[in-house]
């Protein structure tokens, strides 16, 4: 089956923190402020208040250089008890992954998953990276999260696109159909998958239509409809 490898390069969560000062946030923008949850206030008012991209860029460096040194520990810590944790459901996941988008993964794929200090976690569906939240007690339904995102964009983005599903209804659909996460895997996890306040709806009908017809094609079809009511709306 595919693993999981956690890992911290100060590098990656500088990259992070500067995305989530210079990029706007596409969902929950009336909880903007949890992308900032983990970083200290000093740093954050630093680079609100710095002039230019390049004086952030060397505020954030300094940041994530000295807290890889000065928190050596708790990063082994936690790199140690992510890996243990997943390592616990890692094959049921993927089982029932390919089962329900109907793939087959590589068995011998690794994705990287880096820990970064703020409270936003981007992936890479090309690269097959995501982040994890360090400072989060368990990571294992912000994993299994980010890889649906990753093998469902890799596998059907494509396939969305030639159906004429617009960019923002694609982004949608993708981040609403992880409720399929509990429907199918609610055993594996400390905690559900929550998903943002707009799709809550969406999810909902997600739901019916997984449940009367499991099939991932299928279910895109079907549910259309209700995309071109969350875009209009």
């Known amino acids: 089956m595919p693993s999981i490898e956690f890992k911290y390069d100060p590098e990656k969560d500088s990259w992070n923190i500067l995305r989530i000062f210079t990029e706007t946030n596409s969902f929950d923008v009336d909880d903007a402020?949890?992308?900032?949850?983990?970083?200290?206030?000093?740093?954050?008012?630093?680079?609100?208040?710095?002039?230019?991209?390049?004086?952030?860029?060397?505020?954030?460096?300094?940041?994530?250089?000295?807290?890889?040194?000065?928190?050596?520990?708790?990063?082994?810590?936690?790199?140690?008890?992510?890996?243990?944790?997943?390592?616990?459901?890692?094959?049921?996941?993927?089982?029932?992954?390919?089962?329900?988008?109907?793939?087959?993964?590589?068995?011998?794929?690794?994705?990287?998953?880096?820990?970064?200090?703020?409270?936003?976690?981007?992936?890479?569906?090309?690269?097959?990276?995501?982040?994890?939240?360090?400072?989060?007690?368990?990571?294992?339904?912000?994993?299994?999260?980010?890889?649906?995102?990753?093998?469902?964009?890799?596998?059907?983005?494509?396939?969305?696109?030639?159906?004429?599903?617009?960019?923002?209804?694609?982004?949608d659909l993708k981040e609403a159909l992880t409720v399929l996460l509990n429907e199918e895997m609610s055993d594996l996890f400390s905690r559900p998958d929550y998903g943002y306040k707009e799709h809550q709806e969406l999810r909902g009908q997600i739901l019916t239509i997984w449940r009367k017809n499991k099939d991932i094609k299928n279910l895109i079809t079907e549910i259309r409809p209700f995309l071109n009511n969350l875009t209009s709306a």
């Open 33 to 171: 402020n949890y992308r900032f949850t983990g970083l200290p206030q000093e740093l954050i008012e630093a680079l609100n208040n710095a002039p230019d991209i390049e004086h952030k860029k060397k505020l954030i460096d300094n940041y994530t250089e000295r807290f890889a040194l000065e928190n050596k520990n708790l990063i082994d810590q936690k790199i140690k008890s992510f890996s243990e944790d997943w390592a616990e459901i890692n094959n049921d996941y993927f089982g029932r992954l390919e089962k329900i988008l109907n793939i087959n993964i590589n068995p011998q794929l690794i994705y990287l998953a880096y820990l970064t200090t703020a409270g936003s976690c981007p992936y890479d569906a090309g690269k097959q990276f995501f982040m994890v939240r360090l400072k989060d007690e368990k990571v294992d339904t912000v994993s299994a999260h980010e890889i649906m995102h990753i093998e469902f964009i890799r596998t059907y983005g494509i396939y969305c696109r030639d159906l004429g599903l617009p960019p923002k209804q694609f982004a």
